[in-house]
């Protein structure tokens, strides 16, 4: 962290009680110069470390993290809002990205090319390695910061890198304590910072030619302008970006299994505000109005209140204004012929998880992506509009089928627009084991323990000439 609390800094509020549970400061210009220049020795460090003292790092933050397992959790939920089970789900999620990348650490394995495809090569050795790029900038999202924050600074580290970190604005204190327990498990001075402030900080980091990549999650037009000032030194970027991803209930889906992914991907988890949460679904007409049933009823057993308590389902949305905007969605939908079935009221923070029936496909308010508990259901008449429909949108990070019949799920899988399909379960899957991410404007890139750790490298090929004379 750098910089001293001012009257400027940055209040943290519980999203639940609007209580001010810490400040933050804002860290200047200068002062993020000062910690690209830091961090200058720290990636030169890094890269002097052998693979088994990077993997020994990251398992001791894992372990770290581990021993203060309760204390993180209780935080994470207060700052953000998220159930205490899901922040604890997020936490053993975060200790087992860093102990997958301690391993990948081991495994940065170049190749040989064979050179006798060439005449006259015949005789000559080739080999790549991996090369760390230098410094990379992670900027972490509110919704999951730990998990995302572990994708993030562990592939950098593991990769041999420096990283500097840009948390959330909205609920930074989490990452702060965990950016102690990373300074007691001694990395090299200036190879793990971490610097707060709003969106001027990370335009200090994204500008900075000291910085040789970015790694962003966050909205598409944060996206765009990240891009944007990365070409301006031809630094690698990397973009996870929105979502807005669709389910396809066919008519010989299980409907009740269909009913519980929408209810545990969308209206629980995360309080809606997940990028890969399932937010249009297009429902065949013979089975609409039983799978509308069964949803409702399911929303309506859900509890909304304390996040710290083990018995709430639905916590606040990360700020009022961010439940202002979902409500507003809401009541636009509903205006233009949609019918509330249940929930779309808002007490402060809250947003109570919300059924919308009678939803037209080209509704503009499903054009977009509500960040918050709201189920929209389209009915289709069968699955090829239903495809229709979900690939018309501008984004393609995960999308959802649900059919008894395994030749449709994978012909529909094939055709969909999106980075990632799952069959008969909802969109908001991740695993560190698996790509993430997807096309047009969700970005581009993936993330996991194998595709981010290289984008953090470079490749460097070296010949040896008469090595095979």
Do not use: W
Not at 280 to 303: C, H, M, S
């Amino acid at each position: 962290m750098v910089g001293s609390v001012e009257p400027s800094g940055i209040e943290v509020l519980n999203p639940a009680t609007g209580e001010v549970i810490g400040v933050v400061p804002v860290a200047r210009e200068a002062e993020v110069a000062a910690v690209v220049d830091a961090a200058q020795h720290g990636r030169r460090a890094m890269a002097e470390l052998p693979a088994h003292a990077r993997a020994a790092l990251l398992n001791a933050v894992a372990d770290g993290m581990r021993l203060r397992f309760d204390e993180l959790a209780r935080l994470l939920t207060t700052e953000n809002g998220k159930p205490i089970e899901q922040t604890r789900g997020e936490l053993t999620a975060a200790i087992g990205i860093f102990r997958g990348f301690a391993e990948e650490a081991k495994r940065l394995f170049g190749r040989q090319i064979p050179l006798d495809v060439s005449p006259g090569l015949e005789r000559h050795l080739a080999i790549t390695i991996r090369e760390p790029l230098g410094v990379v900038a992670a900027i972490v999202p509110f919704n999951y910061p730990v998990e995302l924050y572990a994708y993030k600074a562990a592939a950098a580290l593991a990769a041999g890198n420096a990283v500097i970190v840009k948390p959330p604005e909205k609920c930074p204190l989490t990452l702060l304590e965990v950016a102690e327990i990373v300074e007691r498990a001694g990395p090299p001075a200036g190879a793990h910072q971490l610097v707060t402030g709003g969106p001027e900080v990370a335009q200090a980091l994204v500008s900075s030619p000291g910085v040789r990549m970015v790694s962003l999650t966050g909205s598409t037009a944060a996206g765009r302008e990240v891009a944007a000032i990365a070409a301006r030194t031809l630094k690698k970027v990397q973009l996870e970006l929105g979502g807005n991803d669709p389910m396809i209930v066919c008519a010989d889906a299980d409907v009740d299994r269909a009913a519980e992914a929408i209810v545990l991907g969308r209206l629980a988890r995360g309080n809606g505000q997940i990028c890969c949460a399932v937010k249009r679904i297009y429902v065949e007409d013979a089975v609409y109005d039983e799978l509308a049933a069964n949803l409702v009823a399911r929303t309506k057993e859900l509890t909304v209140g304390d996040p710290l308590d083990d018995a709430t389902d639905v916590g606040p949305l990360i700020t009022e204004q961010a439940a202002r905007d979902v409500e507003a969605a809401v009541r636009r939908a509903v205006a233009d012929g949609a019918t509330l079935a249940v929930g779309g009221t808002r007490e402060g923070n809250f947003v109570h998880p919300t059924v919308l029936t009678g939803v037209r496909p080209e509704e503009p308010e499903i054009a977009k992506e509500i960040f918050g508990p709201v189920a929209p259901l389209v009915r289709v008449k069968d699955a090829e509009e239903a495809l229709r429909h979900a690939n018309d949108s501008d984004f393609g990070l995960q999308a959802a089928i649900f059919t008894k019949d395994i030749t449709r799920a994978f012909s529909i899988a094939r055709r969909l627009e999106a980075g990632g399909v799952i069959i008969n379960g909802s969109t908001a899957l991740r695993s560190e084991h698996l790509p993430f991410g997807g096309g047009k404007n969700t970005g581009g890139s993936r993330e996991s323990l194998h595709d981010t750790l290289l984008e953090m490298t470079d490749e460097k090929t070296i010949i040896v000439m008469e090595a095979l004379a």
